[in-house]
């Protein structure tokens, strides 16, 4: 049961990051990967609204490990945050890989402190 809930969940989540990746993609023209960066805040940010509601552990698979795992992406991150070092934007890769983590983590402290409420 847990697989084809984690199966189901993913197969949303991977497509709406597909969808928003591509949206947000042709409307931005920076080196910064803005549609990554959105991503993964707004992933963490819910996973936070998520955690704070203490699901059962069907609800977990299919949002947290299905869906939200599936729509954020730590290998296109780490993708791009090299790809900006290896072509010299060194302090825009510096900045992208430090300001996902640290407004990741507020994201998902901030999704947490919200959904206590």
Known sequence: MDILL???????????????GKCISERSHRVFPVATFLINISGAF??????????DNH????????????????????????TLFRDNARVDAIFYVLSTLLIG???FFAGYILGKY
């Open 46 to 55: 819910l996973l936070g609204l998520l955690y704070s509601a203490h699901v």
């Open 6 to 20: 984690v199966g189901i969940g993913g197969a949303f989540g991977g497509t709406l990051r597909f969808f928003l």
């Open 105 to 107: 983590i507020a994201g």
């Open 59 to 82: 609800t977990y698979m299919l949002l947290g490990d299905g869906f939200l795992g599936a729509y954020t992406t730590f290998s296109a991150f780490m993708y791009e945050g090299f």
